[in-house]
């Protein structure tokens, strides 16, 4: 016979508290069970999808100038129309979603891993170090969040890593608080008093034990941050300091698209309905984990 652990023996958690195929069926009958999460999850999925397959499903160059097709209206040749430097909307959009979903899958987990780490090492150990940590955290929270990511992007200059380090370091505090808080309260529990008493590491006893028993709130904001990222990656690139051109951002489309509002409508039109269609799909997303980590009643 193998051996137990001692963790084991003491009835300690080996992980989370919800089980990962409970928690995939619970969120499957959120979906199911209301129209407008079932809407959102086929939009979010077929951003994702259209991010993989950009090259596949683009029509044209998204790059590719054609003089004497400049902001021509939808038609069958150009089924969103062109813009103002005669190139596909469609292609743009669709390369577009590739651009946005990277700044916010990568942004999310860059605030996630370097937030979760920092509330839950300052929650489990005290003292000075969560003294220490919760005053950074209220400093980078006493900033608005567009602004602080603003700030940084100017510091580290324009461009798709500035950005997501930027979108990344602003949404590090409300990780690090959910982290923290998960740790305070887990740190006198048994199962930490008893992974200490059989010898566990600190480190073992973290990761084992009590992160996954705060993944739920984490993932939830996770889920939502990727939207806000896509939404604060836009708002920066329209102000000029994001992904410079002609990378096919929405953002920049929209920024860009502005100055033929009037006599050409779908170049702004568009690419803004992917950025509110999209980051709409994700918080709507987030709503449905939020309620399939909820304990049943």
């Not at 150009?78 to 669709?94: K, M, P, Q, W, Y």
């Not at 937030?115 to 900033?143: H, N, R």
């Not at 509002?261 to 309905?273: D, K, Q, W």
Request: with cysteine; hydrophobic share 50%; charged share 10%.
């Amino acid at each position: 016979m193998g051996a137990t652990s001692p963790l084991a023996r003491s009835g300690v958690p080996a992980g989370g508290e919800t089980s990962g195929r409970g928690v995939a069926r619970r969120l499957a009958r959120q979906i199911r069970k209301n129209g407008v999460r079932s809407t959102a999850a086929g939009v979010v999925l077929l951003v994702l999808l259209t991010a993989v397959l950009a090259p596949y499903l683009a029509p044209d160059n998204p790059v590719q100038m054609t003089f004497g097709h400049f902001l021509e209206p939808p038609s069958l040749h150009h089924v969103l129309g062109t813009d103002e430097a005669g190139r596909d909307i469609l292609s743009r959009i669709v390369y577009g979603a590739r651009i946005s979903i990277t700044i916010g899958v990568l942004a999310a987990g860059l605030g996630a891993v370097a937030g979760v780490t920092m509330g839950l090492v300052a929650g489990y150990y005290g003292g000075p170090l969560d003294s220490g940590a919760v005053w950074l955290i209220d400093v980078l929270l006493s900033f608005p969040g567009i602004l602080l990511a603003v700030l940084i992007a100017v510091i580290l200059g324009a461009g798709l890593v500035s950005i997501v380090a930027a979108i990344g370091i602003w949404s590090v505090p409300a990780f690090a608080r959910l982290a923290r808080g998960s740790a305070l309260g887990a740190r006198r529990r048994e199962y930490v008093e008893a992974g200490r008493a059989a010898g566990a590491s600190d480190v073992r006893i973290l990761v084992r034990h009590i992160l996954p028993n705060s993944v739920g709130p984490i993932l939830v904001y996770a889920t939502i941050v990727v939207g806000r990222a896509i939404l604060t990656a836009a708002a920066l690139s329209f102000i000029g300091i994001g992904v410079p051109p002609p990378t096919p951002e929405w953002g920049a489309m929209v920024s860009t698209g502005q100055l033929y509002m009037r006599s050409a409508p779908h170049v702004v039109i568009f690419p803004g309905c992917a950025i509110v269609v999209t980051v709409l799909a994700f918080n709507l997303l987030g709503d449905a984990v939020k309620d399939a980590l909820d304990p049943p009643s």
